[in-house]
């Protein structure tokens, strides 16, 4: 019974992943083109309204169901192993670390997704060209830690 818990807690946790990234991925693409946008333009409303979508709907849900689901996972791992010394390992403190700071970008996001929702962006297309790279390489640390090292 545990295992087969764990295993739907695991497949939960990414197809939760998988909604959040393809959000942190997207939606800073999305303000690269709101920055050429006449403001209160008809592109600039159909992207505040994709933004707000994308935001409300798709990134805040998954981002909250892969912190549950990955802290419960958690919590299964230590049930699993017979105790919590196995997060005493390297790897779980990296992978932490990266998971907060993709959280981290989530939230300056969302900062910025209401910069351009009251119309007072200050930020060229340009940081948000490179911010668009910051998930992946998050991503880039977070998954083999997962796959090679913890397994």
């Given amino acids: 019974m545990i295992l087969a818990a764990y295993d739907w807690l695991k497949a939960l946790h990414i197809l939760s992943i998988i909604a959040w990234m393809a959000g ?6 999305l303000y690269v083109y709101h920055c050429g946008a006449i ?7 159909t992207l505040k309204q994709q933004e707000r979508r994308l935001l409300k709907f798709i990134m805040n849900p998954a981002m909250i169901a892969a912190w549950i689901f990955g802290l419960l996972l958690i919590w299964s791992n230590a049930e699993r192993a017979g105790g919590w010394s196995i ?11 990266a998971v907060i700071a993709m959280t981290g970008i989530h939230h300056l996001y969302a900062v910025r997704f209401k910069r351009f929702q009251d119309g007072t962006n200050d ?4 940081r948000y060209r490179m ?5 992946f390489l998050l991503a880039f640390i977070i998954v083999p830690i997962v796959v090679v090292v913890l397994k």
């Fill in 24 to 29: 942190l991925l997207y939606l800073p693409r």
């Fill in 39 to 45: 403001p209160g333009g008809e592109l600039d409303e």
């Fill in 87 to 97: 997060f005493a390992h390297w790897a779980w403190t990296v992978k932490f670390l």
């Fill in 123 to 126: 930020w060229p297309d340009k």
């Fill in 131 to 135: 911010l668009n790279e910051v998930p």
